[in-house]
Each structure stands twice: as C-alpha cells, then as structure tokens.
C-alpha cells in the first residue's frame, strides 16, 4: 500500500462560503461536483493518477468539528504562505507554524465552518 489515505472528505455547511475560503487558502480553484444531493469542491491534486485527493464535503447529517479526525493539507515546500492566508479568507489560526522534527512543520487552523484543519510541509 502506497499511501495510508486515498481520499477524505471535509464537512461544511455552506459549500460556497467554504470554497471561496479553501480557494483563497490554497491560492487556486476548486473542481465542483454534485453526487445526488450532496455536493462537493474538489482540492486541486493527481488524485485520478493515484496521488491522495480529497474535496469539502456538504450533504445530509454533516458537521464540521474541531474534535474529530485531523486532515493536513500539503503546505508545499513552506506552509508559511498558505498560513498567512487563513485570517485573510475569514478561519483562525489556532497553532502557529511549529517544528516538529525531522517531519518538517505543521500548523493548525480552524476553517470558516468550524473545523480543525492542519497544514504540513517539509520547510
């Protein structure tokens, strides 16, 4: 097995309020997809050659959080740029960029939908 996750989802409550605010964030568009009644954006990625994708996530019984699962998005070579975005684009940072080792750095925030959203990269 390549990768431990091939796919995630994250809930919103208002899929274009959490667009704008993940595309601000990650400074490029999101792919919009309807799956019956629920909708979805999709984060820019491979993810059809079989890198790991994922989208936001709006439809029956979803809810944001900030105690459940931890998703990190891929901050690049530096997360620094995309963490001075998040206040910017309406989230809050709840942990400033932060070393962790030979892991490089993560960061954590809270999105425009009230959930717990990292940031992670190499520098």
Do not use: C
Not at 41 to 63: L, N, T, Y
Not at 92 to 121: C, M, W, Y
């Amino acid at each position: 097995m390549k990768h431990a996750i091939n796919w995630f989802e994250i809930p919103v409550l208002d899929l274009n309020r959490a667009q704008k605010f993940y595309e601000s964030l990650m400074d490029g568009p999101m792919h919009n997809m309807d799956m019956g009644e629920s909708k979805m954006a999709i984060f820019p990625s491979d993810w059809m050659e079989g890198a790991v994708g994922g989208s936001i996530f709006h439809g029956e019984g979803i809810e944001p959080s900030t105690k459940g699962t931890t998703v990190y998005l891929n901050g690049g070579e530096d997360l620094s740029p995309y963490l001075a975005r998040v206040e910017s684009a309406g989230g809050q940072i709840i942990l400033p960029k932060t070393a962790i080792g030979e892991s490089g750095f993560i960061a954590l925030f809270i999105d425009t939908e009230g959930n717990r959203v990292g940031l992670h990269s190499p520098q």
